[in-house]
């Protein structure tokens, strides 16, 4: 499950509602390329913006979807309550794991991170993913704090936030936390702009937005990655220079969405307002260079 | 309604619902000392963490428990579709006023925000409390969109948040904050620390924690304030020093629980989980201090 490349899908909004076509095109074109897992309501997905209700659609319908590509779909919420019914639905809906993320509106503590998962994880039946996204949640993680939380039962894998460009400084990175976690635990990396360093590093895993809208290169990439050839991988990314420009001044979903919408992949604006997409203006200078990836 | 001193009530949790009659009787107690207005659902009565309908609940409840005395309630949810059906309950339940915090997952735009407090403003039949926390909602607002927000309709207070110990300095922030809002427009210090010093800095009201659990000594505070008694504000003030060491060590929300369920006003833990109140021993070190408050 938590190996290869784990594409996120937009969860596309059309008049505010879930646009279910959209969505499903979506995940159909990644079970086409064959992704190796598909994540959906990550933060990419909107899961945060989304009700009880609306989450279990998204995951039925990707389930449905993805065949044999095993989902990770996200539980988060506030309240643990309302963490643990939708930890229920989604396993019932059947997902192959489930990503949990300290979000919190009151700063969490440390130890109140920690019951969120040992409760989560005394009730789970498949996989969980930690993840450790501090932009989003603004919670960072300790390396002891994840090293008690990976010791925890189904605790499998954390989705880590970018690394270090210094192959040097981000090798060092992911074998202090390899240190912490138990053996043949799953390190995935995010952060696009870094996948190949990440895997280079060491990572199992690249939970990725880009691959989610262009699995082809994206996979390309993480195979250069997964067989040892660092420099391929590397170039693959420096390929992609254009649009880390834009992640990295907007962020990766408002990029995303402005690119699916200029694909015509989903209606604008996609995205849940207060949220809005990349301004057409910067996709239309990349305009010609989206069309090489496509 | 944005004068003086506003008593911010816990909302209490018993086994994961809202204890109802535990709200109902702190909200009596505010009722009973005459505070200015009653704030429900702000951070210390845990809106974030409350579904539709039991915001709703809370909003009927203190309305009709209230009386005479104003009740503003928090609307912000993270999509500006809840936004908007939150501002049309609350109106519809009676409130005289509401509280928007720019909330978020990802990080907003300055004019994301805006957009925002243009759409509720443009639906509002009410005034506006424009809430400035960057604490919990991790967005800093500039002077300057600040005072594009205060223009706007029904927009005709900012709750901010703590000012400088420094009398000049406070007195520095206010001034500058003045100078781009609507005369009559008002500012109302939260962090309850500061008060003093944000009321003798020429604040108009105190949005505050400990005023929904001592009221009386807050409204003493309040009125030297309003009166032009720097000193004695400020004496008042450090007479709860003991208080506000917990509140900048823990946080005032798991302060103020701790404090009520010490005081036998709620249950145990009485905050939505995974949030956890101040430690039972810190809070038995203050007990006899408690006692000559209450």
Redesign the interface.
């Known amino acids: 499950m938590f190996k290869g490349l784990s594409a996120f899908p937009l969860t596309p909004f059309k008049d505010?509602d879930i646009d279910e076509q959209a969505f499903l095109a979506l995940v159909g074109r990644l079970v086409e390329a064959k992704v190796d897992s598909i994540g959906v309501l990550g933060?990419t997905g909107s899961y945060?913006?989304l009700g009880r209700e609306e989450r279990r659609r998204v995951i039925e319908l990707s389930v449905r979807e993805a065949g044999k590509i095993p989902v990770m779909a996200s539980i988060s919420e506030?309240?643990?309550?309302d963490v643990l019914l939708l930890a229920e639905d989604a396993q019932k809906a059947g997902v192959s794991a489930m990503l949990l993320a300290p979000?919190s509106?009151?700063?969490?503590?440390e130890?109140?991170?920690f019951?969120?998962y040992e409760?989560v994880s005394r009730r789970a039946s498949v996989p969980i993913c930690v993840y450790d996204n501090p932009?989003?949640t603004?919670f960072t993680f300790s390396d002891d704090l994840h090293g008690r939380i990976a010791a925890l039962p189904h605790v499998q894998s954390i989705k880590i936030p970018g690394v270090s460009d210094h192959s040097v400084e981000a090798k060092e990175r992911i074998d202090r936390l390899r240190s912490v976690v138990p053996e043949n635990f799953a390190l995935g990396i995010s952060g696009d702009p870094c996948a190949a360093a990440g895997l280079n590093a060491g990572c199992d895993a690249w939970y990725s937005v880009l691959g989610s809208l262009f699995p082809k290169v994206c996979l390309e990439l993480t195979r250069h990655a997964q067989a040892g050839r660092a420099e391929e991988a590397l170039r693959v990314s420096e390929r992609l220079a254009p649009i880390w420009t834009l992640f990295n001044r907007y962020?990766s979903?408002?990029t995303a969405a402005a690119i699916a919408i200029r694909q015509g992949w989903m209606s604008a604006p996609g995205l849940?307002?207060?949220?809005?997409p990349v301004p057409v203006s910067d996709i239309e200078q990349i305009a010609d260079y989206l069309n090489t990836l496509s």
Chains 1, 2 share one sequence.
Not at 105 to 109: K, N, R, T
Not at 272 to 276: E, G, S, T
């Open positions: 505010e933060s945060m913006y506030l309240r643990l309550r979000v509106y009151q700063p969490l503590s130890e109140e991170a019951s969120l409760e932009r989003t603004r962020g979903v408002r849940p307002r207060p949220l809005a």
